[in-house]
Every structure is written in structure tokens, then in C-alpha cells.
């Protein structure tokens, strides 16, 4: 018997069956952990493409049970009370968004951690040039959607986003939200035209519809001087300004014959004579980005284009409410923003040249409190242009105005450089020398040096003078278009682990990006979309944009750095672009159907944890014009949740590989909003 034992024991066929068993036990034990260790990952059910676009559907045996109220997924929270990542409640006083995380820091290191400067940009990784996305995983990557039990993201249908009323066609959430106006303890200081956003749980729930008789808009360079009137149908601006040579309507079609208030004749014509007032202005060479304050409808900046100038034409939704969406329309970068209480979401020393034709400020009420804001603005030995009644005409009141703004600018040091007619015009000194030889206790004072002059999210102006860098960086910037190109100094102050490397991850993603459009140019034929009015919602250090400007694209970038991540927003402006600090659990400061093309990459795996999913793309469908495109990349963990809710809001959406194949940690969805 012993020895038949000992046969068994050594015949191939126990060894077969052991190791079986064997196989059979790790795969359990393995199966567990690995179970264990995903807990939030999703199954799909098969089937073909037409099925998974039409009626996606998801197996979650965990939480078969669970009930969910679909209507949390137009609130602005994500994430849910019990939730250990869940911010805490909003105070009513305070901006309605959750703090950001702390910027990460972010750099090039070599295979031994140490900071390395000679790559391959050939090679790059596009997870580094994307913006400095963080990394994607099933396990970190959660949808926004709901949790359920053991914080399992639990993925729900979303059959049709419901029409949102008529009355809202216009609708900017932060700044016509009546019921938070009403509340003020003052408006005396035009705090009526700053941010008010709905609170939680009372933003945007549904799809903006365009006007009855909407059509495609007209394409640039057309649109400088004639929209369809079915696109913005309001006269008001008509009868009001039709006299200054504004805007007139002509049967269909309102026409911009390109005068303003203080330029009725036209604005080349003024552009002219600033020109020849101060030649070091060079306009499209020294003077690259300029911001137009109380703009009308933009005739300063739409003219300045073709001199090679980008301007940020900004105005309140006052009286003459729409000038900023005739603007847009026309096809010329403009936002709604106001000079009132708080920073401009703006950087320090951004513009080149900051222009006021009867803009309607009081530049120097409260200590000048404006002026000092456009000085912080203001680049050094930048230049501030004003045509003012102020300026020539000879009344009492007039000329006391007149002194006091003399008085103002003097004490911050500007020189007055050029008086001549209605224009005058006052340059900003190059260092802090002026400020330093000032009398003692001559007002209004320096800064502290604590101050963060390009921290502006919800920040109160400041009554002090905002000092200037010692290393005269911002100074130091190229002409334009060199500018474009180099890495400006800037850069070194951008917070990242990076040092000496920075400029290489500068010209890694130029040519990541240049590569990127390269090929949508060429594969999705950008140059036949009529692309005008583009915004890039996660903008880095301005890539995107330059790359568009390389491929001779004829439109312009509005570059937004979300407060979530490092603030670029000084580089971008330096290399002679323009952009806006935002934060996306917040809307935007536009009109609805404002633009073109929404680009966004990393955003939302980014944001995923702060903000509501469909929050975001609700307000990307308000933003985005009827026939506009939508190209987001992002990590293939979150990509089918966008995609659902841009197939619920009516959006046409295709998702594919990047061209780093079928395996790569991202994936590219691309949109198109339908006119119907």
C-alpha cells in the first residue's frame, strides 16, 4: 500500500492536479485583493458603438439596491454631507465655492529625482505638458455623479436635460442673480455690477436656448462691422448711442461703423493720433496686450487687431447691458467686469496699455482707490490713455477734476507724458525709485511688501501702490512676436519645484501643443470651421493659444487659469496673450453663445473633487454658440460620465483615442452643439 502511495505521489497526473489547486487558490487570494483594492470600478455592460452612445447603462451589484435623487446632479456639490472630502457649508457672506486644493508643485526630474534639463521634447510626455494633470487611476479618479455605500461612485442615466425658460436666453448667473443684489448694504461704489453667484443647490439646471430666429453667426473679418440683429436683438444701445457713431440697425443686421463717444469719426483715425502723440507706444510692437475699460462696443479693441494688438475689452451689465455681447458677436475679446470693490481677475503689470475713453469712472474717489488698481494693472513704463471731458474742457467743475487727477498721478509717480486735445496720456515708471524719493507721508503709501499684487480672486482693492519687482522681470519683455516664443522671466516665479527647467517644460509644451493643433488642423479641418472666439479653459502656460497663432489661425484665445492650479496667468500675459483667473465651480462672466470652440485639457479630473460634473458642462453649453465644438482630453476613467451629460444636454459627441493609442491613460471626446 506504501509503495502505491509513493507511485501516486510521483505520477504526472498529481502533479497536473496540484498544481491546479495551487493555481486555483492564488487566483482566488489574488482575485480578493484585487477586488479590495478597486472598489470603484464600473463595468459596462457590451455592444456596439450605437448602442453605447444611445442607452449606456452600468452593473454595480454593490449597490443594486441603492436610490438616488437624480435631480443632485444639477446641484453644485458632488460629493455627499458624510462624504470625508466634502467641503464644508457655504457661509452666506462668503463667494459660493469650495477652497481650492493647495497648488501642487510640479517639475522635471530625472531617473534618479534629480532635476534634469535635457530631455527629448520629441519624446514628451503629454501628462506634463497637458497642464501638469494629476495623475489618473480608477481608484482617484471619482465622476462627480454620487457615492454609495463604501464611497462607491455610483453612475446614474441621464435621459434629457429639461429647456430652461425664455427669460433666460441672457441669463450670466453671478451677474444677474436679483436676489443676492437686493441684499447688499450698498451699491454706492458699483458693488450691484460685481460677482453675485447663485448659492448651492440654485445654479444652472438646465440647457439656455438661442433666440427664435437665430443664425449662424457672420464670420470674421465681417463681424467687425455687421451681426445679424435675430442674434442680438436689443435697440437700446441704438437709441442711445446712435448719435457717437457707435452701432446702427440696417433692415437685418446692425452695422459698427467704428466710432466711439470720444471718437466719433472713427477709431483708425484715433488710433492715429495716439499714435503720433507718443511713437514709443509702437503699437503691435512694444504695445502687444491692452485693456479697454468701459468699451462700448469695442471699437477701440476690434480696431486694434489688425495693428497686431490684443485688447481685453471689459464693461459692466449696466444700462447699456449688452455692449459686451455685441462685442462678442463681432467677433472682438471682451468680458463683463466692473471697476467697484474688488481686484479685477487680472494679474499685476498685465497690460501694455490701459485705455478709458469716457469710461464713466471716478478715478479718483476714495483716495483713488481705481486709479491705484489700474496702476497695479499697468506694466512698467506701461501707459495709461484717458479722453475725458476732464481733459479740455475749461468749466469750474471740469477743471477741478482736471487737478485732482493731475494731483493723483503725480503721487503714484506716473509722468504725464502727452496732453493734447480730449487725449491725455501718462506712462508708469520703470522701478521704485520715484516712490522711494517720495516726502514722508505722502499718500497713498506703498504696499506692504506682504501683499500679493496677482492673488485676485475675490480680493478687496487696495488703497496703496502696488511695488515693483526688484528683478524688473515684468519690465523685461520681448516685442512682439518674439515674446510669443521666449520664456519670459516670469516664469521663474510660477510656483513648481522646477528651476532651471521651467523653460524647458515652456518649450515642451509649445511643442506639444504645436503638434496637437498640427494635426486637428489637419484631421478635423480647423481651418474650414471659421473658428473666432475660442476659449481654453485650462490654459497652463499658454500653449494652446500659440499654437493657433503658429498655425495661423485667424481667432483669438481667451486663456483661463483655474485657481485650483498654479497661477501661470502672469507667463501667459507676458508672451503677449490675454486670460483670466477663474474658478470653474463658479460661472463665467459672458453672455451665452459667446464662443466658438471650448478646449479643455485635464480639466475635469482636475476639478472632479471640488466641483459638480455636469455644473460645469451645463455652463460650457451656455457659453458655447448653436454649431460651436467642444474638445475635451481628459483621463479615460472620467470620459464616459462627460459623455453621458453632453449626450443629455443635446450635444453631438464622438470619443476617441489620442493618438498615443487605445491604451494611453487619456482619451479625446469631441462636441458638437446642434443648431436644434
Not at 479722453?387 to 477741478?400: D, G, L, S, T
Request: proline share 7%; hydrophobic share 35%.
Amino acid at each position: 500500500m506504501t509503495k502505491g502511495f509513493a507511485e501516486l505521489f510521483s505520477s504526472r497526473l498529481f502533479v497536473k492536479i496540484s498544481a491546479l489547486a495551487l493555481t486555483a487558490i492564488v487566483s482566488f487570494y489574488l482575485g480578493r485583493r484585487w477586488s479590495d483594492s478597486y472598489p470603484q470600478l464600473v463595468f459596462f455592460t457590451s455592444g456596439g458603438a450605437s448602442d453605447r452612445l444611445a442607452s449606456p447603462s452600468v452593473a454595480v451589484s454593490p449597490n443594486a439596491n441603492l436610490t438616488l435623487d437624480v435631480s443632485a446632479l444639477t446641484s453644485n456639490t458632488t460629493l455627499l454631507p458624510g462624504d470625508a472630502d466634502a467641503p464644508p457649508p457655504l457661509d452666506a457672506d462668503l463667494p459660493p465655492s469650495s477652497p481650492p486644493p493647495e497648488a501642487r508643485k510640479v517639475g522635471i526630474v530625472d531617473a534618479n529625482g534629480t532635476m534634469s534639463v535635457g530631455f527629448d521634447t520629441g519624446e514628451l510626455d503629454p501628462d506634463m505638458a497637458d497642464g501638469w494633470d494629476d495623475e489618473g487611476s480608477a481608484i482617484n479618479e471619482t465622476a462627480g455623479m454620487g457615492s454609495g455605500e463604501g464611497g462607491r461612485r455610483v453612475r446614474v442615466k441621464i435621459d434629457k436635460f429639461k429647456v430652461c425658460p425664455q427669460e433666460m436666453r441672457e441669463w450670466i448667473p453671478c451677474m444677474d442673480n436679483e436676489e443676492a443684489i437686493k441684499k447688499l448694504n450698498s451699491t454706492e461704489r458699483g458693488e450691484r455690477f460685481e460677482r453675485h453667484c447663485p448659492l448651492a443647490g440654485k445654479g444652472l439646471d438646465c440647457v439656455v436656448q438661442a433666440p427664435q430666429d437665430y443664425k449662424k453667426p457672420i464670420p470674421w473679418p465681417q463681424s467687425r462691422d455687421e451681426v445679424w440683429y435675430s442674434n442680438v436683438p436689443h435697440t437700446r444701445l441704438v437709441e442711445d448711442k446712435g448719435g457717437q457713431n457707435w452701432i446702427s440697425r440696417d433692415k437685418d443686421k446692425f452695422k459698427f461703423p467704428g466710432g466711439g463717444t470720444q471718437f466719433i469719426h472713427g477709431a483708425n483715425q484715433y488710433l492715429d493720433q495716439i499714435s503720433r502723440m507718443v511713437p514709443d507706444i509702437a503699437f503691435g510692437n512694444h504695445t502687444r496686450v491692452a485693456l479697454d475699460v468701459g468699451c462700448g462696443v469695442a471699437s477701440f479693441g476690434a480696431f486694434l487687431l489688425s495693428r497686431n494688438v490684443i485688447t481685453m475689452s471689459v464693461a459692466p451689465k449696466d444700462v447699456h447691458e449688452n455692449q459686451i455681447q455685441f462685442a462678442l458677436e463681432r467677433g472682438v475679446p471682451a468680458m463683463v467686469a466692473a471697476f467697484a470693490t474688488h481686484r479685477l481677475p487680472y494679474p499685476s503689470q498685465a497690460f501694455d496699455l490701459i485705455h478709458c475713453s469716457r469710461c464713466r469712472i471716478n478715478w479718483t474717489r476714495d483716495d483713488g482707490i481705481l486709479l491705484l488698481e489700474v496702476n497695479r494693472l499697468l506694466r512698467a513704463g506701461g501707459y495709461f490713455v484717458w479722453a475725458a471731458q476732464p481733459v479740455y474742457k475749461h468749466e469750474e467743475i471740469q477743471q477741478e477734476a482736471w487737478k485732482d487727477m493731475e494731483d493723483l498721478t503725480a503721487s503714484i509717480c506716473w509722468q504725464l507724458v502727452k496732453k493734447e486735445g480730449y487725449i491725455a496720456i501718462w506712462q508708469k515708471p520703470l522701478n521704485n525709485s520715484c516712490y522711494m524719493n517720495r516726502d514722508s507721508g505722502v499718500q497713498p503709501p506703498l504696499c506692504d511688501a506682504e501683499d500679493q499684487p496677482n492673488k485676485v480672486w475675490y480680493v478687496d482693492l487696495k488703497t496703496c501702490i502696488t511695488r515693483l519687482p526688484e528683478n524688473g522681470f515684468e519690465a523685461n519683455v520681448s516685442s512682439w512676436p518674439t515674446r510669443l516664443h521666449n520664456p519670459p522671466q516670469r516664469l521663474q516665479e510660477v510656483d513648481m519645484d522646477a528651476y532651471v527647467a521651467k523653460k524647458d517644460l515652456f518649450k515642451a509644451e509649445s511643442a506639444y501643443w504645436n503638434e496637437i493643433v498640427e494635426s486637428h488642423i489637419r484631421i478635423f479641418r480647423w481651418k474650414e470651421m471659421e473658428l473666432r472666439n475660442v476659449m481654453d479653459m485650462r490654459a497652463g502656460l499658454g500653449g494652446f493659444a500659440a499654437a493657433l497663432i503658429n498655425q495661423q489661425i485667424d481667432c483669438w484665445v481667451m486663456n483661463v487659469v483655474p485657481i485650483s492650479g498654479p497661477n501661470t496667468l502672469p507667463v501667459i500675459y507676458d508672451r503677449g496673450l490675454i486670460g483670466v483667473t477663474h474658478d470653474w465651480c463658479e460661472p463665467f462672466d459672458t453672455y451665452p453663445r459667446t464662443y466658438d470652440l471650448l478646449h479643455a485639457s485635464g480639466l475635469f479630473s482636475r476639478e472632479q473633487k471640488r466641483c459638480n460634473i455636469s455644473s460645469i458642462l451645463l455652463e460650457m453649453d451656455r457659453m458655447l454658440r448653436p454649431g460651436g465644438h467642444v474638445y475635451i482630453r481628459d483621463s479615460k476613467y472620467i470620459m464616459e460620465e462627460i459623455l453621458d451629460i453632453t449626450l443629455a444636454m443635446g450635444w453631438r459627441s464622438d470619443l476617441r483615442d489620442t493618438s498615443e493609442g487605445p491604451y494611453a491613460s487619456r482619451k479625446l471626446l469631441l462636441c458638437n452643439k446642434p443648431f436644434s
